[in-house]
């Protein structure tokens, strides 16, 4: 494996007077982490995340030749010390337990929340979340030398320092900005676009001055938190009602999150590219195109700071294999194609998915990577919405 800090030599920290005068610094290229550990089976069957993600992520990404291995890192899994940063060591001890013998007792069970339906216990469960956590510590040492860093196995949002929760066993994005704060940076910018509150990661960091948090997630829905923002506590929230559309997200993104953003005035940045906020979603209501959900990515990252760009949820995995290869392709600078070429459709086409019907399943998602635009009226709820976090921070 090529050594992580390999391509950086051309990049030089803004204001460090080292820039050539009259040119910006070049930029290294983006990078993808990841691991083939996510090809192995995991949470069993009659588990939305039984499905093909991150491996189909990867495959579509070959066939259309916009992932190379110049461009890829493989990670490893985080150790033990590292996990005890954020993790309990009596839950490290009871989840390694259970991983190692196959079987969770009623008493752990209840503690730990592990070997229910919604945190099932598999087999390789505890290496496959260390590697989670370790692709997002590789990708914030990354960021930190000046790439974009694409990791999407990434984004497990909801776990707890003790428990887990949401089909979240350990929290990967608090070691991100853990690792980003470790480098020396002092003020980092979470955005979680997932359609569930990303509360681990705003509870890990509630009042703490370096971090803010913001968190676009629909309302009424698990795990019922993030109904209000807390802008004294750097921690900001937009519960949506469903059916949110393409012209609504864009009306927050211009009106509070990237004014959140230049006044916080950042210097890292961690995104949560949850893809369950896609139309066609089996576990939420929203209506968003990938193309509005690449454009705010784009938005986020012409701020200009190192940035981590993760996954999360998602459950359709048509859409989700488009979302995330298609942000890659964006992140690299590949054109996107009108239509897949046949060996993608083929794959595309031998896809399959409990929790959605096939005739359901649209032919775009077969045939083509961005979706048509979710464009409709901003509604005066997502006003009021914005309006509220505006008076908040001005009090601030």
Request: charged share 20%.
């Amino acid at each position: 494996m090529q050594s992580p800090g390999a391509e950086c030599s051309s990049y030089e920290e803004p204001g460090s007077g080292r820039e050539s005068r009259g040119a910006a610094p070049k930029q290294p290229a983006p990078l993808y982490v990841g691991s083939d550990i996510y090809r192995k089976a995991a949470f069993g069957f009659n588990h939305p995340l039984n499905i093909v993600r991150h491996a189909a992520v990867v495959d579509l990404l070959r066939m259309l030749g916009w992932l190379t291995d110049r461009d890829f890192r493989e990670s490893e899994p985080a150790t033990v010390r590292q996990l005890l940063d954020f993790h309990d060591r009596a839950y490290l001890k009871a989840l390694q337990y259970a991983n190692s013998t196959g079987r969770v007792e009623p008493s752990v069970r209840e503690r730990y929340q592990v070997g229910t339906f919604e945190n099932p216990l598999f087999e390789g469960l505890f290496e496959r979340a260390a590697m989670t956590v370790g692709g997002s510590i590789l990708s914030a040492e990354l960021a930190s030398e000046g790439h974009v860093v694409f990791h999407p196995s990434g984004g497990t949002h909801h776990g707890r320092p003790d428990r887990a929760s949401g089909f979240c066993y350990l929290n990967d994005p608090v070691f991100a900005i853990l690792t980003l704060m470790k480098k020396g940076f002092e003020r980092v910018l979470y955005v979680d676009l997932d359609a569930h509150h990303g509360d681990g990661v705003e509870d890990a960091f509630y009042e703490e001055p370096r971090v803010t948090t913001a968190s676009i997630h629909e309302q009424k829905r698990w795990p019922f938190s993030g109904t209000h923002s807390h802008p004294h506590a750097g921690a900001y929230n937009f519960p949506v009602p469903s059916g949110l559309n393409d012209s609504e997200l864009e009306y927050i993104m211009q009106n509070a999150v990237l004014p959140i953003a230049r006044a916080t005035e950042l210097d890292a940045l961690v995104v949560c590219c949850g893809a369950d906020c896609l139309a066609g979603d089996p576990l939420s209501h929203m209506e968003l195109s990938n193309v509005a959900l690449w454009e705010s990515v784009d938005e986020l990252l012409a701020l200009d700071v190192p940035a981590v760009v993760l996954g999360g949820g998602g459950y359709n995995p048509w859409t989700v294999t488009r979302y995330w290869a298609g942000m890659w392709g964006r992140l690299a600078g590949h054109e996107m194609p009108d239509r897949l070429p046949p060996e993608a459709v083929d794959y595309m086409t031998g896809m399959e998915c409990d929790l959605i019907d096939e005739e359901d399943v649209q032919e775009s998602w077969l045939t083509t990577m961005a979706d048509s635009p979710y464009p409709g009226p901003v509604r005066n709820e997502i006003k009021s919405l914005v309006a509220n976090v505006e008076k908040q921070f001005e009090r601030i």
